[in-house]
Structures are given as structure tokens and as C-alpha cells.
């Protein structure tokens, strides 16, 4: 199954247009393969509330780490009515094969819909081994390897090191759309043709990438 998440608060996006391809491709690759899509702008998980953290610490507390047993913590009303909005998100991202993320950097990082919706799935010692999560972001300028804004891109970072320390995922892959700013900002301009060249990467990474994806389980 292919779980396909968007972030970008706008609908003429880069990170849905690449997330766009790579489920096109994926979905052309695995005829029959089920496929969810989750737009997380439009349509908003909520922030975690107090009746959540509940549930956290009960399923920490008992150490358990089977997530078909976290409803267990589901005691009172108010966790009752946590769990139902964690239910339905962790269940899509159980069955899912690939988990694919488009996600723009908003302010170094990503947007607060994306937070919100790894906060309510993320629950403690909790492993999604063997899946492969994609990221296809766009930021408005560039941080790729030796530029000068490399260390400060908390978007990549954090989702990998989070991806890969909590949820024990090694198959991350991340492609990205550089530069979008100079499209619209005058001080930009000169860095237009960088850009065109780098969206044109990605749009070919994508397709090589999600042609490519192995289903592991
Ligand atoms: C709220 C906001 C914050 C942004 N912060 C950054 C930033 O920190 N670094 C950056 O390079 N671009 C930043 N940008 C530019 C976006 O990353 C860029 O427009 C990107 O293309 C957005 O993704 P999208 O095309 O999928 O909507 C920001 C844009 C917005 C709207």
C-alpha cells in the first residue's frame, strides 16, 4: 500500500507536484496496489491534546510496544476520543509499503500540519521497520551539500534522523526542489536557471526512484 501525504499549504505546489509523480509512477508499477492519500493541509489532523499524552505515558508506562495493543489505553472518554483520531492515521501507516511525504521546508523545517500528524502516529519505542518512507520536498533556496546553508536545513535532518532513530526506518530517500524563490524573488533572478535545473532533477528522480522501489513486506 501506498500512503501518500501532502504538506504545502498551496495547491500550485513543487512538493505535491513531485509527490504527484512519484505516486503516478508507483501506482503505474503496482497495478492493484492500494493507495491512500492524505492531504494534510486541506484537511488537518488536530495538535495532540492532554487525553493523548494519557495514552502515551499508559502505553510507556506498560512498556508496550505492539501497536495493535495501544488501545488498551483507551480507559476513559477523553482517551476514547483521543484514540479515535490516532486510529485511523496509525492504521494507514501500518499497512502501508511506502509512505511518501510531500512536504515543502517552511522556517528551516517543515509545517506544522506534518508535525501535527507525526505527533498524534508517534508513540514510544514504536518501530515501522521494513517500510520506505520517500520525501519529495521544495524549499526556496538551497542546501545541498557544501552551500553555505547545508547545516541549517532542519527539514531533511529532522525527518531522517526522526525516520531512522525512532521509527527504526532505514529505506529513506529524500529528493528535493531547490531554489523556488527565485521564480518570484527579484534578488533571486540571477539563480532562476539554478533552480530550473534542479526542479528538472527531481522531477527525473522521481520517477527513477518510485520505477525502482522494491516492496519489501
Ligand atoms: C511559511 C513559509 C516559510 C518558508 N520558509 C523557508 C525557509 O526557511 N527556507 C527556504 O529555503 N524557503 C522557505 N520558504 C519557501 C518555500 O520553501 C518554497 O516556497 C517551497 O517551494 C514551498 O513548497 P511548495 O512549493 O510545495 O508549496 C518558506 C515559505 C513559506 C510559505
Not at 190 to 204: I, K
Request: proline share 5%.
Amino acid at each position: 500500500m501506498l500512503l501518500h501525504l501532502d504538506a504545502s499549504a498551496r495547491r500550485a505546489s513543487f512538493s505535491r507536484r513531485l509527490s504527484a509523480l512519484y505516486a503516478e509512477t508507483w501506482r503505474a508499477a503496482h497495478p492493484g496496489a492500494a493507495y491512500v492519500h492524505r492531504d494534510l493541509a486541506a484537511d488537518p489532523v488536530p495538535h495532540i491534546g492532554e487525553a493523548w499524552t494519557e495514552l502515551c505515558d499508559h502505553v510507556m508506562a506498560h512498556q508496550i510496544t505492539d501497536i495493535s495493543r495501544y488501545e488498551e489505553a483507551a480507559r476513559t472518554p477523553a482517551r476514547r476520543a483521543a484514540w479515535e483520531i490516532v486510529k485511523p492515521l496509525l492504521d494507514e501507516v501500518v499497512a502501508a509499503d511506502v509512505v511518501l511525504i510531500g512536504t515543502p521546508m517552511y522556517n528551516y523545517s517543515i509545517p506544522s500540519s506534518l508535525k501535527a500528524w507525526i505527533d498524534q502516529i508517534t508513540f514510544p519505542r514504536m518501530s515501522l521497520a521494513g517500510r520506505s518512507f520517500v520525501v519529495t520536498g521544495a524549499r526556496g533556496g538551497a542546501y545541498g551539500p557544501g552551500t553555505p546553508r547545508e547545516a541549517i536545513d532542519h527539514q531533511e535532518r529532522y525527518l531522517r534522523d526522526f525516520f531512522k532513530g525512532h521509527f527504526g526506518v532505514e529505506d529513506v530517500t529524500f529528493v528535493h526542489a531547490e531554489l523556488v524563490n527565485a521564480r518570484i524573488d527579484p534578488a533571486l533572478a540571477h539563480l532562476r536557471e539554478r533552480h530550473e535545473e534542479s526542479l528538472a532533477t527531481a522531477l527525473d528522480d522521481v520517477v527513477r526512484v518510485a520505477a525502482a522501489q522494491e516492496v519489501a513486506r
